[in-house]
């Protein structure tokens, strides 16, 4: 079946960086757009970053500029380095995978993604 796992989240002070992993398993990883999202509890989840199989990428308004995704095929992962961290940037991070026949429409919302990891947390302190 398949399975998205997500490491890398932690506890940074303002302006610092942080490398959040996940790995695919259990479908052709590289065939398949990828995600970021995060969320704060009580608030609806936040597309972040998306890319498609050959590396086109995509960004949230809110981290243009400071976050950066990435995949490499061959290790069935997909990247998030989040730099110049700000305390509104605390959530905790899900990684997703929209394995269907089609590339999704609206790159980020939550509906075009089909596949979830469990989350990562990331804290900003300011």
């Known amino acids: 079946q398949v399975q998205l796992v997500e490491t890398g989240g932690g506890s940074v002070p303002s302006g610092g960086s942080l490398v959040l992993s996940c790995v695919g398993s259990g479908y052709t990883f590289s065939g398949y757009w990828m995600a970021w999202f995060r969320q704060i509890p009580g608030k609806e989840r936040e597309g972040v970053a998306a890319i498609d199989s050959d590396g086109n990428t995509s960004y949230g308004d809110s981290v243009k500029g400071r976050f950066t995704i990435s995949r490499d095929n061959a290790k069935n992962t997909v990247y998030l380095r989040l730099k110049s961290l700000k305390p509104e940037d605390t959530a905790m991070y899900y990684c997703?995978?929209?394995?269907?026949?089609?590339?999704?429409?609206?790159?980020?919302?939550?509906?075009?993604?089909?596949?979830w990891g469990q989350g990562t947390q990331v804290i900003v302190s300011s």
């Open positions: 997703a995978a929209a394995v269907t026949p089609y590339a999704p429409v609206h790159l980020h919302e939550p509906d075009e993604y089909n596949y």
